[in-house]
Protein backbone atom coordinates (compact mmCIF):
# COMPACT_ATOMS: atom_id res chain seq x y z
CA UNK A 1 0.00 0.00 0.00
CA UNK A 2 1.02 3.39 -0.58
CA UNK A 3 -0.30 7.03 0.11
CA UNK A 4 -1.72 9.34 -2.37
CA UNK A 5 -1.39 12.93 -2.52
CA UNK A 6 -4.86 12.96 -0.66
CA UNK A 7 -3.35 10.69 2.16
CA UNK A 8 -5.36 7.80 1.59
CA UNK A 9 -4.38 4.84 0.66
CA UNK A 10 -4.30 2.69 -2.72
CA UNK A 11 -3.36 -0.38 -3.57
CA UNK A 12 0.16 -0.44 -5.87
CA UNK A 13 0.38 -2.94 -8.85
CA UNK A 14 3.49 -3.27 -11.17
CA UNK A 15 2.40 -3.48 -15.04
CA UNK A 16 5.31 -5.95 -16.25
CA UNK A 17 5.55 -7.68 -19.24
CA UNK A 18 6.06 -7.56 -22.92
CA UNK A 19 4.08 -5.34 -25.62
CA UNK A 20 0.87 -7.14 -24.87
CA UNK A 21 0.83 -5.76 -21.10
CA UNK A 22 2.35 -2.15 -22.56
CA UNK A 23 -0.94 -2.44 -24.77
CA UNK A 24 -1.00 -2.42 -28.58
CA UNK A 25 -5.06 -2.38 -29.20
CA UNK A 26 -6.65 0.66 -31.31
CA UNK A 27 -7.85 2.92 -28.80
CA UNK A 28 -10.83 3.57 -31.34
CA UNK A 29 -12.06 -0.01 -30.32
CA UNK A 30 -12.88 -0.10 -27.06
CA UNK A 31 -14.92 1.90 -24.76
CA UNK A 32 -13.35 3.86 -22.52
CA UNK A 33 -13.10 3.09 -18.92
CA UNK A 34 -13.51 5.97 -16.30
CA UNK A 35 -13.08 5.43 -12.63
CA UNK A 36 -11.66 8.27 -9.82
CA UNK A 37 -10.45 5.06 -8.06
CA UNK A 38 -8.26 3.82 -10.59
CA UNK A 39 -4.56 5.66 -11.09
CA UNK A 40 -1.83 5.30 -13.16
CA UNK A 41 1.65 7.13 -12.84
CA UNK A 42 2.86 9.12 -15.32
CA UNK A 43 6.11 11.30 -14.97
CA UNK A 44 6.71 10.63 -11.15
CA UNK A 45 3.18 11.93 -10.56
CA UNK A 46 -0.48 10.13 -9.41
CA UNK A 47 -3.28 10.81 -12.27
CA UNK A 48 -6.57 9.54 -13.17
CA UNK A 49 -5.66 6.52 -15.29
CA UNK A 50 -6.34 6.99 -19.10
CA UNK A 51 -5.29 4.90 -22.29
CA UNK A 52 -2.72 4.33 -23.09
CA UNK A 53 -1.36 3.59 -20.15
CA UNK A 54 2.47 2.83 -21.56
CA UNK A 55 4.58 5.00 -23.41
CA UNK A 56 6.94 2.60 -24.54
CA UNK A 57 6.54 3.00 -28.45
CA UNK A 58 4.64 5.04 -30.99
CA UNK A 59 2.18 2.37 -31.56
CA UNK A 60 1.07 2.38 -28.04
CA UNK A 61 -2.32 1.62 -27.27
CA UNK A 62 -4.88 -0.61 -24.97
CA UNK A 63 -4.24 -2.91 -23.22
CA UNK A 64 -5.08 -5.48 -20.39
CA UNK A 65 -4.38 -3.36 -17.28
CA UNK A 66 -7.25 -1.00 -17.33
CA UNK A 67 -9.65 -3.81 -17.60
CA UNK A 68 -8.08 -5.80 -14.88
CA UNK A 69 -8.15 -2.29 -12.78
CA UNK A 70 -11.76 -1.65 -13.40
CA UNK A 71 -12.32 -5.45 -12.19
CA UNK A 72 -10.43 -5.12 -9.27
CA UNK A 73 -12.14 -1.70 -8.19
CA UNK A 74 -15.72 -3.06 -8.75
CA UNK A 75 -14.47 -6.01 -6.35
CA UNK A 76 -12.81 -3.40 -3.72
CA UNK A 77 -15.23 -0.57 -4.20
CA UNK A 78 -14.45 1.08 -0.51
CA UNK A 79 -10.19 0.89 -2.10
CA UNK A 80 -8.26 2.62 -5.18
CA UNK A 81 -5.66 1.14 -7.05
CA UNK A 82 -2.53 2.84 -8.98
CA UNK A 83 -0.72 1.22 -11.96
CA UNK A 84 2.27 1.51 -12.44
CA UNK A 85 3.67 1.02 -15.89
CA UNK A 86 6.56 -0.95 -16.49
CA UNK A 87 6.10 -2.98 -19.66
CA UNK A 88 7.83 -2.85 -22.82
CA UNK A 89 8.14 -4.79 -26.06
CA UNK A 90 11.97 -5.55 -25.59
CA UNK A 91 11.56 -9.59 -24.54
CA UNK A 92 14.45 -10.19 -25.81
CA UNK A 93 16.80 -8.61 -23.57
CA UNK A 94 14.96 -9.54 -20.42
CA UNK A 95 15.29 -13.58 -21.53
CA UNK A 96 19.13 -12.86 -21.91
CA UNK A 97 19.07 -11.48 -18.75
CA UNK A 98 17.00 -14.22 -16.97
CA UNK A 99 19.64 -16.49 -18.35
CA UNK A 100 22.32 -14.83 -17.18
CA UNK A 101 21.37 -14.44 -13.71
CA UNK A 102 19.96 -18.31 -14.02
CA UNK A 103 24.28 -19.21 -15.03
CA UNK A 104 25.41 -17.33 -12.03
CA UNK A 105 26.82 -14.40 -14.58
CA UNK A 106 25.04 -11.47 -13.70
CA UNK A 107 23.40 -10.13 -9.72
CA UNK A 108 19.74 -10.37 -9.09
CA UNK A 109 19.96 -5.93 -9.07
CA UNK A 110 21.29 -6.43 -12.68
CA UNK A 111 18.55 -8.72 -13.79
CA UNK A 112 15.91 -6.00 -12.16
CA UNK A 113 17.28 -3.16 -14.36
CA UNK A 114 15.66 -4.94 -16.72
CA UNK A 115 12.22 -4.43 -16.01
Not at 3 to 17: D, P, Q, Y
Not at 98 to 107: A, D, M, P, V
Request: charged content about 25%; aromatic content about 8%.
Amino acid sequence: MINTLRGEKMKSVLLIGQSNMAGRGFLDEVEPIYNEKIFMLRNGRWQMMSEPIHFDRSVAGVGPAASFAQAWSLENSEEQIGLIPCAEGVAEKRYRALEQFTLGKITLEEVMSYL
